[in-house]
């Protein structure tokens, strides 16, 4: 039976991919809705380039709603140094013509972890962790409720993308990420020490851009502009394919291998805030609240995300 999740996110190029993987394999994973929260650029172009996707995957019937557009506490920040001006920079894709949902995001998953069995949905969060954290704060008992939260945030051992101490999803709203970590539900996260490992390098790129069909031309396009960043600013050989971490571990999780450990969020630090503090060592005598994913099979994650993406005609 396939797993019911809810993908919470804020696209990107990279959660493009993670969208498309997930609606390539229904036999494993059942979509009950997208939900668009601010981040790598403005919500109005997050939910736009959500139905986007959906409608390069042919998938018109996913539901699509617009949540949050500013973090808990400060002013949001965005990426479009990475992504482009309007997250999606690389492919020339149609305007979106499938609605947008009218109910708040926050609405659409207070209403659907209620209604759902104990234990039944799976949230995957690809940006900041507003919408979720709201959600939490708004109907606390909806927490018991959900299966699992498996999200793309965070860093330890490859420390931070946006400054020297935070990962960008954890930055840009800390105060939700620490309610989210805080919240006793289980969580597996899919840091930059696994992420980083995900490489994009010529030839993955090639027999994504060798599917000949629409999705895996635009998946090609929107990597080829992902990586002129990346590349620039790691020197690696090709760019991390950070959020489709997160559905391929839905579908094939002994890909991936990490430990269950303490996670904090720094909220306060005047070098460190949004830093994530993973306890690998077992030092703080903090319980464990997480599995910190640290190393993937890198050929197994880029043979499922092209044998599923080929299956998007």
């Known amino acids: 039976m396939p797993r019911k999740i809810i993908i919470d996110t804020d696209p990107g190029q990279d959660d493009a991919v993670a969208i498309l993987l997930a609606l390539a394999s229904p036999d494993e994973i059942e979509v009950l809705g997208l939900t668009a929260v601010a981040g790598n650029v403005p919500l109005a172009l997050t939910q736009k380039n959500a139905r986007m996707i959906c409608e390069l995957a042919g998938r018109r019937d996913i539901r699509i709603f617009a949540g949050c557009d500013r973090p808990l506490a400060g002013q949001l920040v965005t990426a479009e140094h990475v992504h482009g001006r309007t997250g999606l920079d690389g492919p020339t894709l149609p305007e979106p013509t499938m609605p947008l949902q009218e109910a708040h995001a926050v609405a659409f998953l207070i209403e659907t972890l209620r ?103 635009a998946v090609a396009a929107m990597t080829d502009f992902f990586e002129r960043y990346d590349r620039e600013k790691y020197g690696s050989e090709g760019a991390p394919l950070h959020d489709p971490c997160v559905t391929a571990y839905l579908i094939r999780p002994e890909l991936f291998r990490g430990r269950h450990v303490n996670v904090e969020i720094e909220t306060e630090g005047r070098f460190t805030r949004g830093m994530t503090v993973a306890d690998w060592w077992g030092v703080s005598g903090r319980a464990p609240n997480a599995t910190f994913m640290g190393d993937l099979d890198a050929d197994g994650f880029f043979g499922l995300l092209t044998d599923r993406l080929g299956r998007l005609t």
Do not use: W
């Open 115 to 217: 209604a759902a069995p104990e234990g039944e949905v799976t949230l995957c969060p690809l940006g900041p962790l507003t919408n979720i954290a709201t959600a939490l704060r708004e109907a606390p008992e909806i927490a018991p409720r959900i299966r699992e939260i498996v999200l793309m945030g965070g860093a330890y051992f490859e420390v931070g993308n946006i400054t020297p101490a935070a990962e960008f999803n954890i930055f840009v709203d800390p105060e939700a990420a620490a309610i989210v970590f805080g919240s006793g539900i289980p969580i597996t996260v899919m840091p930059l020490d696994v992420t980083h490992k995900a490489l994009v390098t010529a030839p993955r790129n090639a027999a994504f851009r060798t599917l000949g069909t629409p999705v895996g031309r």
